[in-house]
C-alpha cells in the first residue's frame, strides 16, 4: 500500500487518462489510485486483443488449457493476497474469501481450460445423402464489463470461458474495486498469457472506458454484470454496431418459507442468503415469505439471529459481516429503510447506520435489518443491494408463487419445505433462472446460469458460456 493500479495491455502495464482515489470501505481512508481510461486506451486495449486473436484463436485448444491451467494455478498460489486485495476492494469479511471464495476464482479459469478442450459437436445425416455437422468458431475480441459486489469472482467467470474458446478479452472492472483486476492481469503475466489476449482497462463507466468499448467497432462480444438501467443503456450503445450480448442484471430473490421445513436450518439459510457479502449480492434472497403458521416463531429467531451477526473489521477471521461499497451507497441503502419506515412497515432490528470505534469510525457500516412489509411495498420490489430483508407471511401456495413471482426481477429464489413434492412444484412454477431447495448459493459451473425478465439476458455456465463465446458454423457435405 498505496497501490499504485495501472492499465495492463499487450502484456505491459501503462498509464493512461486521471487517476482516481481508491477506497477502504471499511475506513473510509484512500488506499490506492487507479487510472481512468479514455478513448485512447480502450483503442489501443481493443487493437492488441485483436492482433492477438489471429494466434491465440488458431491456437490447439489443449495448449490453450495449458496456458489457462498455468493461470488458475497462479491464482491458488496467491490465494492468501487475492483475499486480501477483495476484501480491501469491496469490504468483504476476509473469512469469506478464505472458505471457497477464491478457489472458484480460479476454478472459473481451470474449469472452462478444461471443459473447451472435451466438447463434443451435433451433427445431423440428412436421408439424401449429405451430412452437416456443427463446428464451433471462436468470436472475436470479447469486452466484458463487471460489477463491484464480488469482483473476482465474476471477472473470472467471465475470462475464463471467453479465452478458453479462443477468443480474446478486454476487461473494464467496477471503479470502486479495480485491485483485484489489476492483481489478476499481473498474475496472467507472470503465467505467461501472451500479451493481448487478456487486457484490463479501468475507468468511470458512463463516458469513460466502459462506454467506449460498448461502442467500439472491433468489439464483438460484451458479456456484462452490473445493474439492469447499465445493461439497458451498454444495450442501445452497442446497436450501431450489433454486438452481441450476454447480461447478468439485477435481483429480488424470494425466499419461501413453508410449515414443514427444518426451522433452524431455515433460519440459517436466511441469514446467509440475505446477509452474504453485506446483502450487496444480485443472487440475495431478500424477501422471505414464511407460511403464516410458523411466521412468529421464525420471525423471532431470525431476528434474534440478525442482532448477534458480528458486523466489524473485515480483517478480523472472527467477522461475518463487513463494510457496504461506499458512503453514497450506504446512504442509499439508508433512504430505501427511510421510506419503507414512512410507508408503515415496522422495522423489526436493524435500520441504522452502524459507528464502529478506531480507524473503523469512517467505514461504511450498517446493521443487519429486518423489515415486516408487504409484497407491494417499494422495499419488496425494488432491488436495495444492501443487508436488509423483508419478511411477510403467507397462507397458500398460490398466493406465494405470485408473490415471489410479483416483481420485475427473475434471477433466483429459494424454496423451503420437506414436502418433495411441493419442492418440485413450487421451484418449477418460479419465474427465476435459479432455484436453490433447502439451501442457498450451491454452484456447479456446468449449469445455466442467468436471469429472466429484468434480470437478464442469456446465460452462462457449461455449455451456455460456449455457445455464447462461439459461432456455430454448419458445414454441409455431400457424401
Ligand atoms: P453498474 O451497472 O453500475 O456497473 C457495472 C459495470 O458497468 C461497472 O464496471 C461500471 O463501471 C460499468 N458501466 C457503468 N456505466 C456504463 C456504461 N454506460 N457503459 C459501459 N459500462 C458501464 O453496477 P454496479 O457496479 O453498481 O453493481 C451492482 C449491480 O450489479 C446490481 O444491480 C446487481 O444486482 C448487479 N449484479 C448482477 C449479478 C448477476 O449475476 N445477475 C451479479 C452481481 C451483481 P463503473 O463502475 O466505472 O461505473
Not at 52 to 58: G, I, L, P, V, Y
Not at 110 to 135: K, Q, R
Not at 241 to 252: N, Q
Not at 311 to 327: F, N, Q, Y
Request: with cysteine; charged share 20%; aromatic share 10%.
Amino acid at each position: 500500500m498505496p497501490f499504485d493500479v495501472q492499465h495492463y495491455i499487450n502484456g505491459k502495464f501503462v498509464d493512461g487518462g486521471e487517476r482516481f482515489s481508491v477506497y477502504y470501505p471499511a475506513t473510509g481512508e484512500v488506499i490506492g489510485k487507479a487510472p481512468d481510461g479514455g478513448q485512447d486506451e480502450v483503442n489501443a486495449a481493443v487493437e492488441a486483443a485483436k492482433q492477438a486473436f489471429e494466434k491465440w484463436s488458431r491456437t490447439k485448444p489443449s495448449e490453450r488449457r495449458r496456458i489457462l491451467n498455468r493461470f488458475a494455478d497462479a491464482i491458488r498460489q496467491h490465494a492468501d493476497e487475492l483475499s486480501r486485495i477483495e476484501t480491501l476492494d469491496v469490504g468483504r469479511p476476509i473469512s469469506e474469501n478464505r472458505h471457497h471464495y477464491i478457489e472458484r476464482v480460479a476454478a472459473n479459469i481451470s474449469f472452462f481450460a478444461d471443459f473447451a478442450t472435451m466438447v463434443g459437436s451435433e451433427c445431423y445425416p440428412m436421408e439424401n445423402g449429405y451430412v452437416n455437422y456443427v463446428l464451433r468458431q471462436p468470436v472475436g475480441v470479447a469486452a466484458l464489463i463487471t460489477p463491484w459486489n464480488v469482483p473476482l469472482m465474476l471477472e473470472t467467470w467471465k475470462i475464463g470461458p471467453a479465452l478458453a474458446f479462443g477468443n480474446t478479452v478486454v476487461l473494464k472492472p467496477a471503479e470502486w474495486t479495480p485491485l483485484g483486476a489489476w492483481k489478476l492481469a499481473q498474475l496472467a503475466q507472470e503465467a505467461d498469457l501472451p500479451p493481448g489476449v487478456l487486457n484490463v482497462v479501468h475507468g468511470h463507466g458512463p463516458n469513460s472506458a466502459g462506454e467506449f468499448l460498448t461502442t467500439h467497432p472491433d468489439v464483438a462480444l460484451i458479456s456484462f454484470t452490473g445493474e439492469t438501467i447499465t445493461g439497458q443503456t451498454i444495450m442501445r450503445n452497442g446497436a450501431a454496431t450489433l454486438k452481441r450480448y450476454s447480461f447478468e442484471l439485477g435481483g429480488k430473490g424470494a425466499n419461501i418459507i413453508f410449515e414443514d421445513a427444518d426451522l433452524d436450518r431455515a433460519v440459517q439459510i436466511a441469514k446467509r442468503a440475505a446477509f452474504f457479502n453485506q446483502g450487496e449480492f444480485c443472487l440475495a434472497g431478500s424477501r422471505i415469505f414464511v407460511h403464516e403458521s410458523i411466521y412468529d416463531r421464525f420471525v423471532a429467531d431470525f431476528v434474534e439471529v440478525a442482532k448477534g451477526i458480528r458486523v466489524g473489521d473485515p480483517m478480523d477471521p472472527e467477522t461475518e459481516m463487513g463494510a457496504l461499497i461506499s458512503p453514497e451507497h450506504l446512504d442509499r441503502v439508508l433512504g430505501f429503510v427511510r421510506g419503507s419506515r414512512d410507508d408503515g412497515n415496522e422495522i423489526l432490528t436493524g435500520g441504522e447506520r452502524l459507528r464502529l470505534s478506531g480507524a473503523l469510525s469512517g467505514g461504511n457500516f450498517m446493521a443487519p435489518t429486518v423489515i415486516a412489509a408487504k409484497p407491494q411495498d417499494r422495499i419488496c420490489q425494488d432491488e436495495v443491494f444492501g443487508p436488509v430483508v423483508t419478511v411477510t407471511p403467507f397462507r397458500t401456495e398460490e398466493e406465494v408463487i405470485a408473490w415471489a413471482n410479483g416483481t420485475r426481477y427473475g434471477l433466483s429464489a429459494v424454496v423451503q419445505t420437506r414436502d418433495v413434492s411441493r419442492a418440485h412444484r413450487v421451484a418449477a412454477a418460479m419465474k427465476a433462472g435459479t432455484v436453490w431447495v433447502n439451501d442457498f448459493f450451491v454452484r456447479d459451473l456446468r449449469v445455466p446460469f442467468g436471469g429472466m425478465k429484468h434480470s437478464g439476458i442469456g446465460r452462462e455456465g457449461g455449455h451456455y458460456s460456449m455457445e455464447f463465446y462461439t459461432e456455430a458454423m454448419n458445414i454441409c457435405v455431400a457424401v
